[in-house]
């Protein structure tokens, strides 16, 4: 069974843009996480979809958005870049929300710089 | 606010020392805690979930512990090898919201010289 995939893996933009990123869960997962990890602060919760609704969401501002489709897969947008938005953007999915007892699988990341 | 800490952030050993990766977290209220390992530039991998009422997890070489009493886990890592070198982190799912999300330690840099 294939992996988590993320695209693209590498992406540099400049600040005031905007920029989308992609996840595809395993096969069968309904759960898609993101997150956020730099040097300096770490792995950061971003947010989760299930059912094509988001259920949880961190402490970001309303610059950083998501959706997920029917198909579970999702996306990730981030308006307005600023330099600190470089980082290394991770998705994992997981098969259920909210049952405890997930496991959750992350995909290679993409990792965005901004100049 | 749960926070995860990890100690320490980096440790070197010699090929075939059994080691200990500590993990401690403020609140005890959690669904279960994961170990991850992370290799320069990647993702992350699942080592060991270990559920709330469980004590303990073991996957080959990997033992991990967890005390929600005390607000503690470890990740025993036996014979070790340079092939273990990479960032281990340690990630609690809070047990008081739905959900998956984890809130992960810094991690621990772990270097294995052969």
């Known amino acids: 069974k294939a992996g988590v995939t993320q695209t693209p893996r590498y992406l540099i933009k400049t600040r005031g843009q905007q920029v989308t990123l992609s996840c595809s869960p395993i096969s069968g997962h309904r759960s898609v996480s993101w997150y956020q990890q730099t040097p300096g602060q770490g792995l950061q919760f971003l947010f989760e979809?299930?059912?094509?609704?988001?259920?949880n969401k961190g402490n970001f501002p309303g610059r950083f958005s998501g959706r997920q489709f029917s198909n579970s897969r999702s996306e990730m947008n981030v308006s307005t870049l600023e330099l600190g938005d470089s980082a290394l953007y991770l998705c994992?999915?997981?098969?259920?929300f909210g049952t405890g007892a997930e496991t959750q699988y992350f995909g290679p990341g993409t990792r965005l710089l901004v100049l | 606010k749960q926070e995860v800490t990890q100690i320490p952030a980096a440790l070197s050993v010699p090929e075939g020392e059994n080691l200990v990766l500590n993990c401690s977290f403020t609140d005890s209220a959690i669904y279960n805690l994961q170990w991850f390992r992370q290799d320069p530039g990647k993702g992350l991998t699942s080592l060991l979930l270990i559920q709330s009422s469980q004590r303990e997890q073991t996957s080959g070489r990997l033992n991990a512990s967890l005390d929600k009493s005390s607000g503690r886990s470890t990740l025993y890592i036996a014979a070790s090898q340079p092939g273990d070198s990479a960032t281990y982190l340690c990630?609690?799912?809070?047990?008081?919201?739905?959900?998956?999300?984890?809130?992960f330690g810094k991690g621990t840099t772990l270097s294995v010289s052969s």
């Open positions: 979809y299930f059912s094509e609704t988001q259920r």
């Open positions: 990630a609690v799912r809070p047990g008081n919201q739905a959900g998956t999300a984890l809130i």
């Open positions: 994992a999915s997981s098969l259920e």
